[in-house]
């Protein structure tokens, strides 16, 4: 039931999220809320399995 | 003759309840601080309309303009908007968007106070503005008091409703128009032309027209005409300085943002601390490329508190669902939409009951009010469905989960509702009341009416003693 994808930036080091249809995104990118930097959601995803 | 506005609103409060009205001199940052008073309020469990007289904006430098919150936040203050009751106030708001719409009336540029400024190109800077960054996840300032208009392409009819705006520029807004909204709808049909839509954000006016201006309509209906019919008066309204004759805007707004939004175009918006009281995930939303900014004199930017403890959003249901129930179950007292299901997910329905079935046939009915509306729990008249304790006691004591649940899978639902899957989501009720006359119930506690009115505490005990007696805890 996940609604969340959780990524940890790779500048500041502080985790959010973006919305689960970022998967079908290809090569989505997502943005650090906390120094706004952007990255590769694939590069920087947290897994919890 | 003045028409209704922010600043009339504020005078006529300010003098009618001193008491509710707070103004902050020192200086505040933009950046969480300005919320964090929010916040500390809100744990106190107190709505003050606030006044943010110093502001620093998000660039650390002083703002010309003052920022202003609470001023929907409170089902009091909507009542005082619109000459209702604490009781009455949303299905009064709902009569009177259904029933006495007003048209609008267009008046020359240069009556209108939202022209007194005007800023367009390289001169407009959003951020100048005391634009509110509220939350810890959110990744800047956002306009949350904002009335985000469109036009459908089809019929030129507008549509209006508030919708989150991450500034991310001087001149660049991204807004979350979620899947279902009309504005989402608007969108997606001058994208299938290839045509850029038009929009503007108004911010700051009378409560009463914020509040016609936001009720749930079908589509395409003209949320202009509502506002008039909430404030009893003709909006006064004037075409826009860039998006042509025919985008109109309320003249009497404090501030006006316009803009196009470009097809197909997308960018990072979010997180977002959201009604939900959860932060709603990062999105790729559309962006606003601003084309003008027009404002009053003295400006008083307008903020909106989501996600504390207000009751605007549930206050707006209260009406569509009574007058959905009210189709089905003439006994229909009361509705109630309580901040503890964040205004949206929970509705209380009061009705007096005269046949078994009314509950669950009331509860079908208001399920179908909106696809964020989940739980909804039928009580008797004898019940305070303001007071989510005698609610919850009524379903102790007067329901029976293996007769009086309804339970509907595979219902469209809140798409910032952290527990759903997808869009789709489980909806449900209760029925809590006793069994319909002529059949007995046992009796609720009661100390004799003639002596409640004979012993009166204040004849017993001094004033001072019963006031700081502790409330208990559970409360």
């Known amino acids: 039931m996940a609604k ?46 | 003759m003045p028409y209704k506005d922010l600043r009339m609103f504020l005078a006529s409060y300010e003098k009618d309840h ?14 969480y601080e300005c919320a964090a008073i929010a916040q500390h309020f809100e744990d106190l469990n107190k709505l003050p309309l606030i006044l943010f007289e110093n502001v620093m904006t998000a660039r650390g430098e002083r703002s010309k303009y003052r920022c202003v919150i609470n001023v929907l936040g409170d089902r009091r203050k909507l009542a005082y908007a619109i000459h209702s009751t604490f009781e009455d106030v949303a299905i009064e708001w709902r009569r009177r968007a259904d029933e006495h719409k007003i048209r609008p009336v267009i008046i020359p540029k240069d009556k209108a106070p939202c022209k007194e400024n005007i800023r367009m190109g390289d001169k407009i800077d959003l951020l100048e503005f005391p634009i509110l960054k509220h939350h810890g996840m959110d990744p800047g300032p956002y306009i949350t008091a ?20 991450y500034v991310a520029g001087p001149r660049e807004i991204r807004s979350l128009l979620t899947p279902f909204t009309h504005a ?48 009893e008066e003709p909006l006064r309204l004037v075409p826009s300085e860039t998006l ?28 977002f601390g959201e009604y939900t009281r959860y932060f709603g995930p990062q999105q790729m939303s559309p962006i606003i490329n601003v084309t003008a900014v027009t404002y009053r004199n003295d400006a008083i930017y307008h903020s909106f508190m989501v996600g504390m403890n207000n009751n605007f959003g549930g206050t707006q249901e209260e009406g569509t669902i009574y ?114 006359p002529p059949a007995r119930y046992s009796q609720k506690l009661y100390v004799p009416e003639e002596v409640m009115k004979k012993i009166r505490l204040a004849d017993f005990i001094e004033p001072d003693k019963i006031q700081s007696a502790p409330e208990a805890y559970d409360r």
């Open chain 2, 244 to 271: 042509g004759e025919d985008f109109l805007v309320p003249a009497d707004a404090e501030i006006v943002i316009e803009g196009v939004i470009l097809p197909g175009i997308r960018d990072l918006e979010g997180p």
């Open chain 2, 323 to 436: 007058s959905i129930v009210k189709k089905v179950v003439p006994q229909v007292q009361r509705v109630y939409c309580p901040v503890s299901g964040s205004g949206r997910f929970h509705a209380y329905i009061q009705i007096r009951k005269t046949n078994e079935g009314q509950p669950k046939e009331a509860i079908l009915a208001a399920l179908t009010a909106s696809e964020m509306m989940k739980h909804v729990i039928v009580v008797d008249e004898d019940i305070n469905i303001y007071d989510d304790r005698w609610v919850l006691w009524a379903v102790a004591t007067r329901s029976q989960w293996d007769k009086d649940i309804v339970v509907i899978p595979g219902c469209r639902g809140a798409k910032l509702d952290p527990s759903i899957d997808g869009v789709i989501t489980t909806k449900g009720g209760i029925d809590a009341t006793k069994p319909a």
């Open chain 1, 4 to 49: 969340e994808i959780w990524f940890k930036c790779s500048k500041c080091g502080k985790e959010s999220y973006c919305d689960i249809y970022f998967d079908k995104i290809p090569d989505a990118e997502v943005m650090c809320p906390f120094c706004l930097h952007r990255m590769k959601l694939k590069e920087v995803r947290v897994s919890f399995s």
């Open chain 2, 184 to 231: 989402a709808l608007n969108l997606k049909k001058h994208e299938e032309r290839g045509e850029a839509m038009r929009v503007a954000y108004w911010i700051g006016h009378h409560p009463a027209i914020l509040m016609g201006a936001q009720t749930r309509m079908a589509y395409p209906a003209s949320h202009y005409e509502a506002a008039g019919g909430l404030a």
């Open chain 2, 146 to 165: 904002g009335m985000f208009t469109c036009y459908d392409p089809d019929t030129g009819i507008d549509n209006i409703a508030f919708h989150r705006g």
């Open chain 2, 18 to 31: 001193p008491e509710d009205v707070i103004s902050i001199e020192k200086e505040l940052s933009t950046i």
